[in-house]
Nanobody
Protein backbone atom coordinates (compact mmCIF):
# COMPACT_ATOMS: atom_id res chain seq x y z
CA UNK A 1 0.00 0.00 0.00
CA UNK A 2 1.29 3.41 -1.00
CA UNK A 3 0.16 6.81 0.23
CA UNK A 4 0.87 10.22 -1.23
CA UNK A 5 0.39 13.17 1.09
CA UNK A 6 0.38 16.69 -0.32
CA UNK A 7 0.81 19.99 1.48
CA UNK A 8 1.34 23.63 0.69
CA UNK A 9 -1.82 24.71 -1.07
CA UNK A 10 -3.68 27.86 -0.14
CA UNK A 11 -5.03 31.24 -1.19
CA UNK A 12 -2.72 33.84 -2.69
CA UNK A 13 -2.99 36.92 -4.85
CA UNK A 14 -1.95 37.04 -8.48
CA UNK A 15 1.80 37.38 -8.84
CA UNK A 16 2.59 35.65 -5.56
CA UNK A 17 4.18 32.24 -5.00
CA UNK A 18 3.35 28.91 -3.41
CA UNK A 19 5.35 25.73 -2.87
CA UNK A 20 3.64 22.36 -2.93
CA UNK A 21 5.18 19.27 -1.35
CA UNK A 22 4.29 15.61 -1.67
CA UNK A 23 5.70 12.66 0.24
CA UNK A 24 5.20 9.06 -0.83
CA UNK A 25 5.27 6.33 1.79
CA UNK A 26 4.47 2.63 2.09
CA UNK A 27 5.58 -0.41 0.10
CA UNK A 28 7.98 1.35 -2.25
CA UNK A 29 10.92 -0.32 -3.95
CA UNK A 30 11.53 2.64 -6.21
CA UNK A 31 9.66 5.46 -7.94
CA UNK A 32 9.95 5.92 -11.69
CA UNK A 33 8.17 9.24 -11.99
CA UNK A 34 6.65 11.80 -9.66
CA UNK A 35 4.68 14.81 -10.66
CA UNK A 36 1.75 17.14 -10.37
CA UNK A 37 -1.55 17.31 -12.19
CA UNK A 38 -4.42 19.71 -11.70
CA UNK A 39 -8.14 19.59 -12.21
CA UNK A 40 -10.87 22.19 -12.08
CA UNK A 41 -14.53 21.19 -11.56
CA UNK A 42 -15.98 19.86 -14.78
CA UNK A 43 -12.60 19.61 -16.46
CA UNK A 44 -10.24 16.75 -17.16
CA UNK A 45 -7.16 16.31 -15.02
CA UNK A 46 -4.21 17.89 -16.81
CA UNK A 47 -0.47 17.58 -16.52
CA UNK A 48 1.38 20.35 -14.73
CA UNK A 49 4.89 18.91 -14.39
CA UNK A 50 6.70 15.61 -13.92
CA UNK A 51 10.18 14.57 -12.90
CA UNK A 52 11.80 11.24 -13.81
CA UNK A 53 14.91 9.85 -12.24
CA UNK A 54 15.27 12.90 -10.10
CA UNK A 55 16.37 15.13 -12.95
CA UNK A 56 14.44 14.75 -16.21
CA UNK A 57 11.57 17.22 -16.12
CA UNK A 58 8.52 17.93 -18.24
CA UNK A 59 6.18 20.91 -18.00
CA UNK A 60 2.87 22.00 -19.41
CA UNK A 61 3.33 24.96 -21.75
CA UNK A 62 1.09 27.08 -19.54
CA UNK A 63 3.48 26.87 -16.58
CA UNK A 64 6.89 26.88 -18.26
CA UNK A 65 9.11 29.60 -16.86
CA UNK A 66 6.89 30.05 -13.80
CA UNK A 67 6.80 26.64 -12.11
CA UNK A 68 9.74 24.45 -11.12
CA UNK A 69 9.50 20.80 -10.14
CA UNK A 70 12.18 19.13 -8.06
CA UNK A 71 12.54 15.92 -6.13
CA UNK A 72 14.40 14.18 -3.37
CA UNK A 73 14.70 10.53 -4.39
CA UNK A 74 16.04 9.41 -1.02
CA UNK A 75 12.95 10.79 0.70
CA UNK A 76 10.40 9.92 -2.03
CA UNK A 77 9.43 13.56 -2.11
CA UNK A 78 8.50 15.95 -4.89
CA UNK A 79 8.11 19.71 -4.78
CA UNK A 80 6.43 22.22 -7.05
CA UNK A 81 7.58 25.82 -6.74
CA UNK A 82 4.92 28.02 -8.29
CA UNK A 83 5.88 31.62 -9.01
CA UNK A 84 4.01 34.45 -10.72
CA UNK A 85 0.72 32.73 -10.05
CA UNK A 86 -2.28 33.65 -12.17
CA UNK A 87 -6.01 33.33 -11.46
CA UNK A 88 -6.18 30.64 -14.14
CA UNK A 89 -3.83 28.52 -12.03
CA UNK A 90 -6.67 28.07 -9.56
CA UNK A 91 -7.27 24.32 -9.34
CA UNK A 92 -7.01 21.28 -7.16
CA UNK A 93 -3.45 20.01 -7.52
CA UNK A 94 -2.83 16.27 -7.32
CA UNK A 95 0.46 14.57 -6.62
CA UNK A 96 1.25 11.57 -8.84
CA UNK A 97 3.76 8.77 -8.50
CA UNK A 98 4.58 5.75 -10.62
CA UNK A 99 5.75 3.20 -8.06
CA UNK A 100 7.54 -0.13 -8.26
CA UNK A 101 6.79 -2.43 -5.33
CA UNK A 102 9.62 -4.88 -6.12
CA UNK A 103 12.64 -5.15 -8.38
CA UNK A 104 10.27 -6.35 -11.08
CA UNK A 105 9.72 -3.75 -13.81
CA UNK A 106 6.00 -3.59 -13.13
CA UNK A 107 4.90 -0.18 -11.83
CA UNK A 108 1.63 1.25 -10.55
CA UNK A 109 0.08 4.70 -10.58
CA UNK A 110 -0.82 6.40 -7.32
CA UNK A 111 -2.51 9.71 -6.59
CA UNK A 112 -2.68 12.02 -3.62
CA UNK A 113 -5.92 13.39 -2.24
CA UNK A 114 -5.39 16.81 -3.79
CA UNK A 115 -4.63 20.25 -2.42
CA UNK A 116 -6.51 23.41 -3.34
CA UNK A 117 -4.66 26.33 -4.88
CA UNK A 118 -6.66 29.53 -5.27
CA UNK A 119 -5.25 32.64 -6.92
CA UNK A 120 -7.24 35.83 -6.60
CA UNK A 121 -6.97 38.70 -9.07
Amino acid sequence: QVQLVESGGGLVQAGESLRLSCVASGSIFSINVMGWYRQAPGNQRELVATIRGGSSTNYADSVKGRFTISGDNAKNTVFLQMNSLKPEDTNVYYCYAEVRYTSDRLSFQHWGQGTQVTVSS
